[in-house]
Protein backbone atom coordinates (compact mmCIF):
# COMPACT_ATOMS: atom_id res chain seq x y z
CA UNK A 1 0.00 0.00 0.00
CA UNK A 2 1.77 3.39 -1.17
CA UNK A 3 1.25 6.61 1.25
CA UNK A 4 -1.65 8.35 -0.50
CA UNK A 5 -3.81 4.88 0.02
CA UNK A 6 -2.82 4.53 3.13
CA UNK A 7 -3.53 8.09 4.28
CA UNK A 8 -6.57 7.21 2.42
CA UNK A 9 -7.92 4.65 4.70
CA UNK A 10 -6.72 6.13 8.14
CA UNK A 11 -8.64 9.08 7.21
CA UNK A 12 -11.71 6.65 6.40
CA UNK A 13 -11.64 4.52 9.66
CA UNK A 14 -11.27 8.34 11.70
CA UNK A 15 -14.82 9.38 10.11
CA UNK A 16 -16.40 6.06 10.66
CA UNK A 17 -15.08 5.89 14.30
CA UNK A 18 -16.34 9.72 14.65
CA UNK A 19 -19.90 8.35 13.05
CA UNK A 20 -19.64 5.73 15.53
CA UNK A 21 -19.72 7.85 18.53
CA UNK A 22 -21.51 10.86 17.81
CA UNK A 23 -24.33 9.94 15.91
CA UNK A 24 -27.46 8.72 16.92
CA UNK A 25 -29.70 5.67 15.66
CA UNK A 26 -33.25 6.11 14.71
CA UNK A 27 -35.41 3.80 16.70
CA UNK A 28 -38.16 1.93 15.76
CA UNK A 29 -40.74 4.54 16.83
CA UNK A 30 -38.97 6.37 13.99
CA UNK A 31 -38.56 4.61 11.47
CA UNK A 32 -42.35 3.85 11.94
CA UNK A 33 -42.74 7.56 10.79
CA UNK A 34 -44.72 8.24 8.01
CA UNK A 35 -42.52 9.44 4.97
CA UNK A 36 -42.36 10.99 1.70
CA UNK A 37 -38.97 10.97 -0.10
CA UNK A 38 -37.76 13.71 -2.65
CA UNK A 39 -35.51 12.20 -5.13
CA UNK A 40 -33.63 14.83 -7.67
CA UNK A 41 -33.12 11.49 -10.36
CA UNK A 42 -34.02 7.94 -10.37
CA UNK A 43 -31.65 6.49 -8.45
CA UNK A 44 -31.19 9.11 -5.84
CA UNK A 45 -33.76 7.71 -3.34
CA UNK A 46 -31.79 4.29 -3.52
CA UNK A 47 -28.27 5.94 -3.69
CA UNK A 48 -29.20 8.04 -0.60
CA UNK A 49 -31.85 6.14 1.89
CA UNK A 50 -32.61 2.92 0.28
CA UNK A 51 -31.93 0.63 2.98
CA UNK A 52 -33.35 3.17 5.74
CA UNK A 53 -36.80 2.87 3.37
CA UNK A 54 -36.24 -0.66 3.92
CA UNK A 55 -36.48 -1.24 7.17
CA UNK A 56 -39.07 1.75 7.14
CA UNK A 57 -41.08 -0.66 4.97
CA UNK A 58 -40.44 -3.35 7.43
CA UNK A 59 -41.49 -1.46 10.59
CA UNK A 60 -44.80 -0.90 8.88
CA UNK A 61 -44.10 2.59 7.30
CA UNK A 62 -46.07 4.43 4.73
CA UNK A 63 -43.64 5.66 2.17
CA UNK A 64 -43.87 7.93 -0.35
CA UNK A 65 -41.22 8.99 -2.92
CA UNK A 66 -41.51 11.83 -5.39
CA UNK A 67 -38.96 12.22 -8.84
CA UNK A 68 -38.63 15.49 -9.82
CA UNK A 69 -36.81 15.22 -12.83
CA UNK A 70 -37.03 12.51 -16.21
CA UNK A 71 -33.61 11.57 -16.02
CA UNK A 72 -33.34 12.11 -18.97
CA UNK A 73 -30.16 13.42 -20.04
CA UNK A 74 -27.69 11.29 -18.35
CA UNK A 75 -26.30 9.31 -21.70
CA UNK A 76 -28.11 11.79 -24.18
CA UNK A 77 -24.75 11.79 -26.91
CA UNK A 78 -25.86 7.88 -26.95
CA UNK A 79 -29.56 7.45 -26.67
CA UNK A 80 -32.58 9.78 -27.26
CA UNK A 81 -34.05 11.78 -24.17
CA UNK A 82 -37.26 10.18 -24.80
CA UNK A 83 -36.40 6.51 -24.74
CA UNK A 84 -33.88 6.81 -21.96
CA UNK A 85 -36.62 9.13 -19.64
CA UNK A 86 -39.02 6.38 -20.54
CA UNK A 87 -36.32 4.15 -19.57
CA UNK A 88 -35.57 5.46 -15.93
CA UNK A 89 -38.80 5.95 -15.25
CA UNK A 90 -39.52 2.34 -15.71
CA UNK A 91 -36.31 1.40 -13.80
CA UNK A 92 -37.68 3.87 -10.98
CA UNK A 93 -40.97 2.30 -10.73
CA UNK A 94 -39.05 -1.11 -10.43
CA UNK A 95 -36.49 -0.06 -7.59
CA UNK A 96 -39.83 1.42 -5.49
CA UNK A 97 -41.43 -1.73 -5.76
CA UNK A 98 -37.88 -3.99 -4.55
CA UNK A 99 -37.66 -1.17 -1.93
CA UNK A 100 -41.35 -2.30 -0.63
CA UNK A 101 -43.40 0.63 -2.48
CA UNK A 102 -46.79 0.18 -4.80
CA UNK A 103 -47.19 2.24 -7.73
CA UNK A 104 -49.47 3.99 -6.19
CA UNK A 105 -46.84 5.31 -3.72
CA UNK A 106 -44.75 7.01 -6.47
CA UNK A 107 -45.03 10.57 -8.17
CA UNK A 108 -42.96 11.57 -10.77
CA UNK A 109 -43.20 15.58 -10.97
CA UNK A 110 -41.09 15.59 -14.93
CA UNK A 111 -38.96 18.48 -14.94
CA UNK A 112 -36.35 18.44 -17.21
CA UNK A 113 -33.14 16.59 -16.20
CA UNK A 114 -30.61 19.27 -15.49
CA UNK A 115 -32.72 22.46 -15.42
CA UNK A 116 -34.62 21.73 -12.37
CA UNK A 117 -32.96 25.28 -10.98
CA UNK A 118 -35.11 26.82 -13.90
CA UNK A 119 -38.92 25.68 -12.85
CA UNK A 120 -38.73 26.00 -9.12
CA UNK A 121 -42.26 28.05 -8.62
CA UNK A 122 -43.77 25.07 -10.85
CA UNK A 123 -41.93 22.69 -8.70
CA UNK A 124 -42.88 23.91 -5.64
CA UNK A 125 -46.44 24.40 -6.46
CA UNK A 126 -46.47 20.54 -7.43
CA UNK A 127 -44.20 19.11 -4.03
CA UNK A 128 -46.85 21.54 -1.78
CA UNK A 129 -49.96 19.60 -3.27
CA UNK A 130 -47.89 15.84 -2.39
CA UNK A 131 -47.81 17.75 1.36
CA UNK A 132 -51.47 18.45 1.69
CA UNK A 133 -52.48 15.27 0.01
CA UNK A 134 -49.92 12.63 2.52
CA UNK A 135 -49.10 14.73 5.50
CA UNK A 136 -45.79 13.19 5.63
CA UNK A 137 -44.42 13.06 9.47
CA UNK A 138 -40.39 12.94 7.97
CA UNK A 139 -39.39 14.56 4.72
CA UNK A 140 -36.29 12.89 3.19
CA UNK A 141 -34.20 15.45 0.84
CA UNK A 142 -30.92 15.90 -0.42
CA UNK A 143 -28.28 17.15 1.79
CA UNK A 144 -28.32 21.04 1.08
CA UNK A 145 -24.12 20.97 0.56
CA UNK A 146 -24.61 17.64 -2.21
CA UNK A 147 -23.42 20.07 -5.07
CA UNK A 148 -25.46 18.65 -8.28
CA UNK A 149 -27.51 21.68 -9.76
CA UNK A 150 -30.73 19.75 -9.62
CA UNK A 151 -29.56 18.43 -6.01
CA UNK A 152 -29.66 21.65 -4.75
CA UNK A 153 -32.68 22.64 -6.70
CA UNK A 154 -34.26 19.79 -4.79
CA UNK A 155 -33.49 20.82 -1.52
CA UNK A 156 -34.40 24.88 -2.14
CA UNK A 157 -38.07 23.62 -3.63
CA UNK A 158 -39.01 21.46 -0.84
CA UNK A 159 -37.43 23.81 1.94
CA UNK A 160 -40.15 26.84 0.13
CA UNK A 161 -42.68 23.82 0.10
CA UNK A 162 -42.34 23.10 3.79
CA UNK A 163 -42.29 26.94 4.47
CA UNK A 164 -45.74 27.08 2.74
CA UNK A 165 -47.16 23.60 3.97
CA UNK A 166 -46.68 25.28 7.48
CA UNK A 167 -47.31 21.98 9.88
CA UNK A 168 -44.64 20.09 11.91
CA UNK A 169 -42.33 17.99 10.21
CA UNK A 170 -38.95 15.86 10.96
CA UNK A 171 -36.14 16.87 8.06
CA UNK A 172 -33.49 14.06 7.15
CA UNK A 173 -31.23 15.32 4.23
CA UNK A 174 -28.99 12.36 2.67
CA UNK A 175 -25.99 12.51 0.91
CA UNK A 176 -25.20 11.43 -2.39
CA UNK A 177 -22.71 13.70 -4.70
CA UNK A 178 -21.19 15.01 -1.09
CA UNK A 179 -19.46 11.26 -0.64
CA UNK A 180 -17.65 12.54 -4.15
CA UNK A 181 -14.60 13.72 -1.96
CA UNK A 182 -11.14 12.54 -0.47
CA UNK A 183 -10.73 10.20 1.26
CA UNK A 184 -13.94 8.56 0.26
CA UNK A 185 -13.03 8.69 -3.60
CA UNK A 186 -9.42 8.65 -4.59
CA UNK A 187 -7.89 12.28 -5.12
CA UNK A 188 -8.33 13.13 -8.40
CA UNK A 189 -5.50 14.17 -10.11
CA UNK A 190 -1.66 14.17 -9.34
CA UNK A 191 -0.98 17.97 -10.51
CA UNK A 192 0.12 19.89 -7.41
CA UNK A 193 -2.47 22.58 -8.04
CA UNK A 194 -5.29 20.53 -8.42
CA UNK A 195 -4.33 17.95 -5.60
CA UNK A 196 -4.48 21.28 -3.31
CA UNK A 197 -7.82 22.53 -4.47
CA UNK A 198 -8.97 18.97 -3.72
CA UNK A 199 -7.68 19.11 0.16
CA UNK A 200 -9.26 21.79 0.47
CA UNK A 201 -12.48 20.96 -0.97
CA UNK A 202 -12.12 17.64 1.18
CA UNK A 203 -11.46 19.87 4.61
CA UNK A 204 -14.12 21.89 4.20
CA UNK A 205 -16.94 18.85 3.62
CA UNK A 206 -15.16 16.98 6.78
CA UNK A 207 -15.77 20.19 9.15
CA UNK A 208 -19.73 19.69 6.91
CA UNK A 209 -19.59 16.06 7.55
CA UNK A 210 -18.32 16.23 11.09
CA UNK A 211 -20.76 18.98 11.67
CA UNK A 212 -24.31 17.91 9.91
CA UNK A 213 -24.18 14.44 10.11
CA UNK A 214 -25.48 13.58 13.40
CA UNK A 215 -28.33 10.26 12.70
CA UNK A 216 -27.55 7.13 11.22
CA UNK A 217 -29.74 3.64 10.29
CA UNK A 218 -28.03 0.61 10.42
CA UNK A 219 -28.94 -0.96 7.34
CA UNK A 220 -26.09 -3.76 7.27
CA UNK A 221 -29.23 -6.87 7.61
CA UNK A 222 -30.51 -5.00 4.43
CA UNK A 223 -27.56 -4.34 2.20
CA UNK A 224 -29.06 -7.14 -0.31
CA UNK A 225 -32.52 -5.58 -0.34
CA UNK A 226 -30.75 -1.85 -1.45
CA UNK A 227 -28.04 -3.60 -3.79
CA UNK A 228 -31.16 -5.57 -5.65
CA UNK A 229 -33.13 -2.06 -5.79
CA UNK A 230 -30.35 -0.15 -7.79
CA UNK A 231 -29.84 -3.15 -10.06
CA UNK A 232 -32.97 -2.50 -11.02
CA UNK A 233 -31.66 0.59 -12.58
CA UNK A 234 -29.58 -1.03 -15.06
CA UNK A 235 -29.12 2.09 -17.53
CA UNK A 236 -26.84 3.36 -14.60
CA UNK A 237 -25.46 0.21 -13.32
CA UNK A 238 -24.74 -2.02 -17.11
CA UNK A 239 -24.15 -0.18 -20.44
CA UNK A 240 -27.49 -0.55 -22.58
CA UNK A 241 -25.00 -0.04 -25.06
CA UNK A 242 -21.94 -1.55 -25.70
CA UNK A 243 -19.83 1.01 -26.01
CA UNK A 244 -17.41 2.29 -23.50
CA UNK A 245 -18.84 6.10 -23.90
CA UNK A 246 -21.98 4.84 -21.77
CA UNK A 247 -20.45 5.48 -18.14
CA UNK A 248 -22.21 3.95 -15.40
CA UNK A 249 -22.12 4.45 -11.49
CA UNK A 250 -19.07 2.15 -11.18
CA UNK A 251 -17.45 3.85 -13.59
CA UNK A 252 -17.24 7.00 -11.24
CA UNK A 253 -14.16 7.47 -9.25
CA UNK A 254 -13.14 4.17 -10.22
CA UNK A 255 -16.06 2.38 -8.44
CA UNK A 256 -14.79 4.08 -5.24
CA UNK A 257 -18.20 6.45 -5.38
CA UNK A 258 -20.68 3.73 -5.51
CA UNK A 259 -19.03 1.93 -2.59
CA UNK A 260 -19.94 4.72 -0.69
CA UNK A 261 -23.71 3.53 -0.44
CA UNK A 262 -23.22 -0.23 0.65
CA UNK A 263 -21.85 1.05 3.82
CA UNK A 264 -23.72 -0.47 7.08
CA UNK A 265 -25.08 3.15 7.98
CA UNK A 266 -27.02 5.48 6.32
CA UNK A 267 -26.22 9.07 7.54
CA UNK A 268 -28.58 11.60 7.80
CA UNK A 269 -28.56 15.69 8.61
CA UNK A 270 -31.64 16.26 10.32
CA UNK A 271 -33.68 18.60 11.96
CA UNK A 272 -37.10 19.69 12.87
CA UNK A 273 -39.72 22.23 11.48
CA UNK A 274 -42.23 23.18 14.31
CA UNK A 275 -45.30 24.12 12.58
Known sequence: ?????????QACQFYRCVMNHVMSELDETML???????????????????????????????????????S???????????????I????????????GLKAYDVFSLGFEDGKLSEHLDAATDKAIKILFQQYPEEIFMPYYRDKHPDHVATNRIVAAALHMYGRKAIIYEYPVWFWHHWPWICLPTRRP??????????????????????????IGDVLEGK????????????RLIPDPRWLTLSDVSGGDFLECFFQEHEIFHRYSLSG
Open 32 to 70: RKSTIVFSPHFDDETLGCGGTLLKKKRAGAEVKIVFMTD
Open 227 to 238: RAALDQYKSQMT
Open 1 to 9: MDSRSFFRV
Open 193 to 218: RGLLLALQHSFVSGVHFLRDFRWSVY
Open 72 to 86: SKSHRHLISGDKLGA
Open 88 to 99: RASEGLAASRIL
